[in-house]
């Protein structure tokens, strides 16, 4: 794995050969841009692209957003690269390199940065929070003059980087999110999930998250009680840690979370090594005010084994949160992280469901 100096260092390096690139297959495209954006930029970044409703667009990227130079963690455009068309929705690019078709008419804005609270914000400026970091991320933003896979193709011919030919096998491939889940707000969208068929004739989520992060919510409203159960089952392939998760630096997990009607959330997480039943809040900030995770498993002897869970889900706040509890659940999550490590985790989920007294009270997949 190529080490986050050596993508840094080689950026600026990428710059210079993708504009010869671009040159090269000029009459695929119809504008482009090639910039270095800071992550400390104080605002969002104009390409000077101005894109029309319908037009198909691809960025490529490389370099780092350092959250910590000393604990080497750093985000790469998978997670740092955002941009938006006008004042339409801020949108993360999600992969190394995107592609995408333009939803409205605008200028299109660019921007360097880890994910954070400043998502909540989309009118305030691309900068300002505690996640800012430090570094930046070289970008190649491309409007074609036809589709995404005639212009990939083309581009690939002529670019030594590979960053092309690594879009254009990425997009020939890309899968829709699971129907009826939504991207948090504050992580925004990924390509970690995917709904199909999985192993042992089950259908369901399957999860893949390399280098990456990404959370999925699936809106719900039902009543908590001492009967409220949440039942899965899933399949662990890979754990992204070998490390415990309750550490900034070694917190890469997956896992299943509840989010309640208070906005705190309670996430059931495979462990590598921590106790099973252990709990503790979030060692992240922002979501250390928010979130508790809860040991569920822990080892590796069960790996690709399909293991059927159920968790009673007030008892389980009452130990692990405390506090007045609430009434109502308002989402089911799906985690994934593998960022802090920069290794990668791998599973998949079926028969989500909660449940209570009466039965099954709302079927998630």
């Known amino acids: 794995m190529t080490s986050l100096a050596t993508l840094e260092e080689e950026a600026s390096g990428r710059a210079a050969e993708w504009c010869e690139a671009i040159e090269s297959a000029?009459?695929?495209?119809?504008?482009?841009?090639?910039?270095?954006?800071?992550?400390?930029?104080?605002?969002?970044?104009?390409?000077?692209?101005?894109?029309?409703?319908?037009?198909?667009?691809?960025?490529?990227?490389?370099?780092?957003?350092?959250l910590s130079r000393d604990?080497?963690?750093?985000?790469?455009?998978?997670?740092?690269?955002?941009?938006?068309?006008?004042?339409?929705p801020v949108e993360r690019a999600g992969g190394r390199t995107a592609s995408f078709i333009a939803d409205r008419s605008g200028r299109l804005r660019l921007?360097?940065?880890?994910?954070?609270?400043?998502?909540?914000?989309?009118?305030?400026?691309?900068?300002?929070?505690?996640?800012?970091?430090?570094?930046?991320?070289?970008?190649?933003?491309?409007?074609?003059q036809e589709t995404i896979e005639a212009g990939l193709a083309a581009l690939a011919q002529v670019d030594t980087t590979g960053h092309a030919a690594a879009e254009a096998a990425r997009h020939a491939v890309a899968l829709p999110a699971p129907t009826g889940w939504r991207p948090h707000p504050v992580i925004g969208k990924s390509a970690i999930f995917a709904t199909g068929p999985l192993t042992d004739h089950r259908h369901g989520i399957s999860?893949?998250?390399?280098?990456?992060?990404?959370?999925?919510?699936?809106?719900?409203?039902?009543?908590?009680?001492?009967?409220?159960?949440?039942?899965?089952?899933?399949?662990?392939?890979?754990?992204?840690?070998?490390?415990?998760?309750?550490?900034?630096?070694?917190?890469?997990?997956l896992s299943i979370a509840i989010e309640f009607e208070n906005g705190l959330d309670l996430t059931y997480l495979w462990s590598s090594s921590l106790p099973v039943g252990t709990h503790f809040r979030c060692p992240l900030p922002y979501w250390d005010q928010r979130e508790t995770h809860w040991v569920a498993r822990s080892g590796t002897a069960e790996l690709g084994r399909w293991l059927d869970e159920q968790r009673p889900i007030l008892a389980d706040y009452r130990e692990a949160i405390g506090g007045p509890p609430p009434s109502r659940i308002v989402a089911v999550w799906l985690i994934a992280v593998s960022l802090f490590q920069r290794d990668f985790g791998e599973c998949a989920y079926a028969g989500i469901s909660i449940s209570n007294a009466d039965g099954i009270a709302v079927t998630v997949s």
Not at 34 to 47: F, G, N, R, Y
Not at 52 to 64: M, N, Y
Not at 115 to 141: K, V
């Open 26 to 66: 000029s009459s695929h495209i119809q504008a482009s841009a090639v910039l270095e954006i800071a992550a400390d930029a104080p605002d969002w970044t104009d390409s000077a692209l101005v894109l029309t409703q319908g037009d198909a667009v691809t960025l490529l990227s490389q370099g780092v957003v350092w």
């Open 71 to 88: 604990y080497n963690i750093g985000f790469e455009g998978t997670v740092a690269l955002w941009y938006r068309i006008g004042d339409g």
């Open 111 to 144: 921007a360097a940065r880890p994910p954070g609270p400043w998502l909540e914000q989309p009118d305030a400026p691309a900068g300002g929070d505690a996640w800012a970091g430090s570094g930046g991320i070289a970008i190649a933003a491309i409007q074609w």
């Open 207 to 253: 999860c893949r998250c390399a280098q990456d992060v990404g959370i999925l919510q699936y809106p719900v409203d039902v009543a908590l009680d001492d009967t409220t159960r949440l039942n899965w089952s899933w399949q662990m392939t890979h754990l992204p840690s070998a490390l415990p998760e309750n550490q900034l630096p070694t917190h890469d997990y």
